[in-house]
């Protein structure tokens, strides 16, 4: 597997002064400890490190190719970093592994990151034709042409529907199944062009490369994003002492969907509306510290496309 040499150059992390500004009321003393549930290149970490010198983060990322680049990166700071190969949904595992019962914070900066699009044998990206692998961590089993070699029509249906919300999910599961009879798929550009030839023109014309809702909807059954999601997030709020935030950034609907529900949940009373004392046990335990979702700035859309679609939601633990 082999990187582009532009990749020795670091990408912008998404609206990163304001995740310093989110987290800062939590961590900014001696022996913090924050999670980055999503340490990919290293971009958010290495600003947190930067911006609080007292600050230890435990980087978590299930990709080996980018726990090495973000290795490399964090190297000035030697061991205010800890490094974890895993899925985010271990988060509580990997912090009692690094020797911590709570943390001041957690991160998540969620989707594929810019270092799997642009390689292209990853087989994250439609605009180049690559092996269908879009596997995070290139140990696991399930790859996406194995989803489209081995599923039933109903089942490709089911992905292409729920995980890309593609109106036209039926009519490309059963092409691909119809094709695959001939020739099993091995690489993306014949599955765009199966894409493009089973949406009508019509629906073609807005929107964006058709790919991309099935392209999505693969890489979140290929790595069970959405799944693992559901399972980090009660975790990661469990991690926190008293005091100490989640902050999530979402690059779809699907997650943010996932973000707010959960976020929604453990911020509302459990009390009866009429109740006129409201037990402590009751109470919520944590509060909403962005009213929403909050979005990039256009100036910084304009220099960094990735912040487009980005949603950020943050809750802090004010009860044990």
Request: hydrophobic residues 40%; without cysteine; proline residues 6%.
């Amino acid at each position: 597997m082999t990187e582009p040499s532009h990749l020795s150059g670091q990408h912008s992390p998404v609206l990163l002064d304001r995740v310093l500004d989110l987290l800062s009321p939590s961590i900014a003393r001696p022996g913090a400890v924050v999670v980055d549930a999503t340490l990919g290149l290293g971009g958010h970490t290495e600003s947190l490190l930067n911006a609080f010198p007292d600050v230890h983060v435990i980087g978590i990322d299930r990709d080996p190719i980018a726990l090495g680049r973000a290795r490399a990166r964090l190297e000035p700071f030697g061991e205010r970093v800890t490094y974890a190969a895993a899925v985010y949904d271990e988060i509580g595992a990997v912090v009692r592994e690094a020797g911590h019962d709570h943390v001041a914070g957690v991160l998540f900066d969620l989707g594929v990151s810019s270092m799997q699009l642009d390689v292209a044998d990853r087989g994250f990206s439609y605009s180049q034709d690559a092996p269908l692998d879009m596997r995070m961590n290139p140990d696991d089993e399930l790859t996406a042409a194995l989803i489209l070699n081995t599923y039933s029509a109903p089942e490709i249906t089911r992905v292409l529907r729920n995980y890309g919300e593609e109106k036209f999910a039926k009519r490309i599961a059963e092409n691909v199944v119809a094709q695959r009879a001939n020739e099993p798929f091995t690489t993306s550009a014949r599955l765009v062009e199966l894409i493009r030839n089973s949406i009508p023109q019509a629906a073609r014309r807005t929107g964006g490369n058709p790919a991309k809702r099935t392209f999505q909807a693969l890489r979140i059954e290929v790595n069970d994003e959405l799944g693992a999601l559901t399972r980090a997030l009660p975790a990661s709020l469990d991690t926190l002492e008293l005091g100490g935030r989640v902050v999530a950034l979402a690059y779809h609907s699907l997650e943010d969907r996932l973000v707010k529900q959960v976020f929604a949940r453990v911020t509302k009373s459990n009390a009866p509306r009429d109740l006129p004392i409201v037990p402590v046990h009751m109470l919520p335990k944590f509060k909403l510290v962005t009213r929403g979702s909050e979005q990039a700035a256009e100036v910084e859309i304009a220099d960094n496309r990735r912040a487009q679609s980005v949603r950020l939601r943050a809750v802090e633990r004010i009860a044990a």
